[in-house]
C-alpha cells in the first residue's frame, strides 16, 4: 500500500492546489509501476498526446487502463463549464471528478487524499452490527412481505405475456423500446433490434391450439438463442421483437443467423419461411425510438420480398 499522489498534466494551477492541500509535491513523472494505494490526478484538456502513460492520447482511455490495477484511484479534472467532461468522467468510472474554473479556482480536491482502510473497516463492521438485528427479522418486515407476494402471484406477469408465445406482448415490447433507447442514449451505448417475420403460413392459421402449439415452439427457439437481457416480444400474429441492448450491429446480425438457423433445422406443423430486419444505433439519420423502430421494419419488408436477401436484411448495408 502506497500514498503516492502523480499529476499528470500541465497546469501549474492544477499543481499548487495539490501542494497546497496535501503539503507536498505530486510526482510528475510518467505513472507507471502502479501499486495499491496511488492516486493520479490528470487533466482532460491538457495535451497528453506524447505521454507513453497515457493511454489513447486521453485522460479518459487512461483512466480506465489505470484502474485496472487494483487499488489505484483516479480523478480527472475538467473545465467547470464543460458538462460533457463529467459525464464521460463517470462513464469511465473514474473515482472522482475535480473542476477548474475561468479563474483557475480549484474544486473536489478534498476526495483525493488518502483513504484510512482501517478506519472503512470499521465503518462497515460498524453498519453490519447496528442492522444485524434488521437482517435476522427480514422476514418479519411488512414491506419484505409485500414483495414476496407480489413475487408469488402470476397476475402482473400474465398481463404483460402474450397468451399464445409467453413472451412480452406488443404494448409492453413498445415500452421496453423506449426504456432501452433512454438507457442507450443516456450511456452512450450501442443498441440493436431485430424484427423477425416466420412467413404467410403461419399468419393464415386460425388462432386454436394447432397455432398455438407452433407459436410456443418458435418462442422456445428464441428463449434459448437469447440472453436474459434481451427483450423478446411478439408485435404481430407472426413478427417478433428482439431487443438487444449492449449489442453492436455484427452481433446483431449473428443473432439473426442463427435464429434463422434454428427455426430452419426444426419441422413445424406448417413450413415457415422466417425472415429478419436488422438495425443498430448510433446510426446516422435515426434520431429518435420510432424511426429505429421504421427502419427494422423497412428492412423486414426487402427481406421478405427480395429472394437474394438470404432471410436477413441490415440497415448498415
Known amino acids: 500500500m502506497t500514498d503516492r499522489l502523480f499529476h499528470v498534466g500541465s497546469s501549474p494551477a492544477v499543481r499548487t492546489a495539490i501542494q497546497n492541500a496535501f503539503g507536498k509535491q505530486p510526482i510528475t513523472a510518467q505513472a507507471t509501476d502502479l501499486r495499491a494505494g496511488d492516486a493520479i490526478v490528470v487533466e482532460s484538456f491538457a495535451d497528453l498526446s506524447n505521454r507513453a502513460d497515457v493511454l489513447g492520447g486521453n485522460a479518459f482511455s487512461a483512466c480506465r487502463a489505470w484502474k485496472q490495477t487494483r487499488g489505484v484511484s483516479v480523478y480527472i479534472v475538467v473545465r467547470a463549464e464543460d458538462p460533457t467532461g463529467v459525464l464521460l468522467t463517470r462513464f469511465v468510472l473514474a473515482d472522482g471528478v475535480v473542476r477548474i474554473d475561468a479563474k483557475g479556482a480549484i474544486d473536489g480536491l478534498e476526495q483525493v487524499g488518502p483513504r484510512d482502510r482501517s478506519k472503512a473497516h470499521q465503518n462497515i463492521d460498524t453498519l453490519l452490527h447496528r442492522y444485524g438485528t434488521a437482517l435476522k427479522n427480514a422476514d418479519q418486515s411488512e414491506l419484505a412481505g409485500r414483495v414476496r407476494e407480489w413475487e408469488s402471484s402470476d397476475s402482473f406477469l400474465q398481463r404483460l405475456q402474450d397468451a399464445e408465445t409467453g413472451l412480452i406482448d406488443g404494448p409492453y415490447s413498445a415500452l421496453k423500446l ?90 413445424f406443423a406448417v413450413p415457415l419461411r422466417p425472415c429478419c430486419g436488422v438495425a443498430s444505433v448510433p446510426m446516422a439519420g435515426i434520431a429518435d425510438r420510432r424511426q429505429f423502430l421504421v427502419v427494422a421494419e423497412e428492412c423486414l419488408r426487402r427481406a421478405n420480398e427480395s429472394p437474394d436477401s438470404d432471410g436477413i436484411v441490415v440497415a448498415w448495408e
Do not use: Y
Not at 423506449?178 to 431485430?194: C, M, T
Not at 436474459?228 to 453492436?248: A, K, M, N, Q, S
Open 178 to 267: 423506449d426504456e432501452e433507447w433512454k438507457r442507450a442514449q443516456r450511456f452512450h451505448l450501442p443498441l440493436s433490434i431485430v424484427l423477425l417475420d416466420i412467413g404467410q403460413a403461419a399468419a393464415s392459421m386460425k388462432p386454436g391450439p394447432d397455432r398455438s402449439v407452433l407459436l410456443a415452439e418458435v418462442a422456445s427457439v428464441f428463449l434459448n438463442e437469447c440472453r436474459d437481457i434481451d427483450v423478446l416480444g411478439r408485435f404481430t400474429t407472426t413478427t417478433f421483437l428482439f431487443l438487444l441492448p449492449g449489442t453492436p450491429p455484427l452481433g446483431a446480425q449473428a443473432l439473426a443467423r442463427r435464429l434463422l438457423n434454428s427455426l430452419g433445422e426444426r419441422s
